[in-house]
């Protein structure tokens, strides 16, 4: 069964700090991953989506893919109390499917 | 761009009535639109993946004579919840799937159902 995993914290980070989200998957074939923002009460925001191994930085966010690791990050420069929401890693699977499995998600609160 | 709408955002109904919640791409289109629900403090469940023109497919244990999915234009899906029951109360949300690289799904805003 193909599964991802996030440590569902809740991880807490002072204000300015860099918080670090992480996110593991099973399946060795997949293709595409995403970072989702959920606040509480609200539906999944993207924040970022990545598909080749490295970094890819968007303003404050950087995601980061390791496929031989099967691991993918998220990266939150300068932490804001505005960043404090669950965050959703989600992986495609395969080229004939655009389904995705989420992870459980990580809350992050930034404390003022 | 990539904004997707819902409504309802918010619906209560009595047990045993039937609840229409329309999701629409406003400003691209999408061939595949995609169900899912949230219970408290859980993740996302996928119900059912909707493509234009032909039959949702439903994820394993989701009853699809319960749950009613109609994609019957590139903007528009509709779910319909029918004969609502109280467990039936829950966030649900849709997708719809904006093409390019990598193909990516957006969501829309929610619809909160609470059956009485």
């Known amino acids: 069964q193909k599964e991802v995993e996030q440590n569902s914290g809740p991880l807490s980070v002072p204000e300015g700090a860099i918080a670090s989200l992480n996110c593991t998957y099973s399946d060795r074939g997949s293709q595409s991953f995403f970072w989702y923002r959920q606040y509480s009460g609200k539906s999944p925001e993207l924040i970022m989506s990545?598909?080749s191994n490295g970094d890819k930085e968007d303003g404050r966010f950087t995601a980061q893919l390791n496929k031989a690791s099967q691991y993918v990050s998220l990266l939150i420069r300068d932490s804001q109390p505005s960043d404090s929401a669950t965050y959703l890693c989600a992986v495609k699977w395969g080229a004939g499917s655009y389904q995705l499995t989420f992870g459980k998600g990580t809350k992050l609160s930034v404390i003022p | 761009g990539a904004v997707v709408s819902q409504h309802p955002s918010r619906v209560i109904c009595k047990s045993g009535t039937s609840v229409k919640i329309e999701c629409r791409s406003l400003?691209?289109?999408?061939?595949?639109m995609f169900w899912y629900r949230q219970f408290p403090k859980q993740s996302l469940m996928l119900m059912a993946t909707?493509?234009?023109?032909?039959?949702?497919?439903?994820e394993q244990g989701v009853e699809k004579d319960k749950f009613l999915i109609n994609h019957a234009s590139l903007t528009l899906s509709t779910l319909t919840v029918t004969s609502a029951h109280p467990e039936d109360s829950s966030f649900y949300i849709c997708?719809?799937?904006?093409?390019?690289?990598?193909?990516?799904?957006?969501f829309g805003p929610g619809t909160r159902l609470l059956v009485l």
């Open positions: 400003d691209f289109q999408a061939t595949t």
């Open positions: 990545i598909y």
């Open positions: 909707s493509n234009e023109g032909s039959k949702a497919t439903y």
């Open positions: 997708s719809a799937l904006h093409g390019g690289a990598p193909q990516t799904q957006y």
